[in-house]
């Protein structure tokens, strides 16, 4: 069953604005992580978040985790023509609390995000 | 430059006809995985292996077979049996696995199969 699903499926923008993609998932996690996937290629990690985190940088990215909810959000600032992908959430899933993960990743149906210039 | 290569990029094949797609990493990875992404749609997680001569299912792992004779390379056999093996093909690797946090993947460009 899919663990983590993305909001929006699909976000269209102009160049210089920003976007925000939302991951809800349904149990206990070890980390969670952003890919991006230009169209026809493999993904990309971007960014990891464990899951004793709340916010974490990198350049234009931000990314927030509230394990409360259950959610995660990617934030891409001041965005560009060439952030047009596919952005994936990823989740490293706990067995029990502080268990060990086995190299599994559940990943969400993705984002497509459009900049237009 | 390090990294993933997988090939071909583009494979047709009958049906009825078993295929092996290649996957090779220079990374000095332990762990490999290969996924499936069919259109819109996520990732799944076909097989994955930690350790050279080990290897677990999946979620999909039906109609699919693996080996991990050595370290650099996880290829993946499509079989007769896999019902609807049409898809994109996504090998990946990281540098271990079975602990406590899992370190981040790093993919191939593809294998796309295309059966008729």
């Known amino acids: 069953s899919q663990q983590g699903e993305e909001d929006p499926q699909a976000l269209s923008i102009q160049e210089g604005e920003n976007a925000t993609m939302n991951c809800s998932y349904k149990?206990?996690?070890?980390?969670l992580q952003w890919y991006r996937q230009n169209s026809g290629r493999g993904l990309v990690h971007l960014i990891l978040?464990?899951?004793?985190?709340r916010e974490k940088h990198s350049g234009r990215l931000r990314v927030t985790l509230d394990t409360s909810k259950k959610s995660s959000s990617l934030l891409i600032t001041a965005s560009r023509e060439a952030d047009t992908a596919s952005y994936f959430c990823?989740?490293?899933?706990?067995?029990?609390?502080?268990?060990?993960?086995?190299?599994?990743?559940?990943f969400g149906q993705g984002t497509i995000l459009t900049v237009h210039p | 430059d390090g990294g993933i290569t997988q090939s071909p990029k583009y494979l047709f094949r009958k049906e009825g006809q078993n295929v092996t797609l290649s996957c090779e990493q220079n990374?000095?990875?332990?762990?490999m995985y290969w996924y499936r992404q069919d259109p819109g749609q996520g990732l799944r997680l076909i097989y994955y292996s930690q350790i050279v001569n080990d290897f677990q299912k999946g979620d999909i792992a039906e109609g699919y077979s693996v080996s991990r004779e050595k370290k650099e390379s996880f290829p993946l056999t499509v079989t007769s049996a896999q019902k609807n093996p049409t898809a994109f093909y996504l090998c990946?690797?990281?540098?271990?696995?079975?602990?406590?946090?899992?370190?981040?993947?790093?993919f191939g460009n593809g294998t796309r199969l295309t059966v008729t």
């Open positions: 978040i464990r899951s004793n985190e």
């Open positions: 990374l000095n990875h332990d762990a």
């Open positions: 149990t206990s996690i070890n980390n």
């Open positions: 990946a690797s990281s540098i271990r696995s079975g602990t406590r946090y899992n370190s981040p993947l790093h």
């Open positions: 990823a989740t490293d899933d706990a067995p029990n609390a502080g268990g060990t993960s086995y190299g599994k990743l559940t």
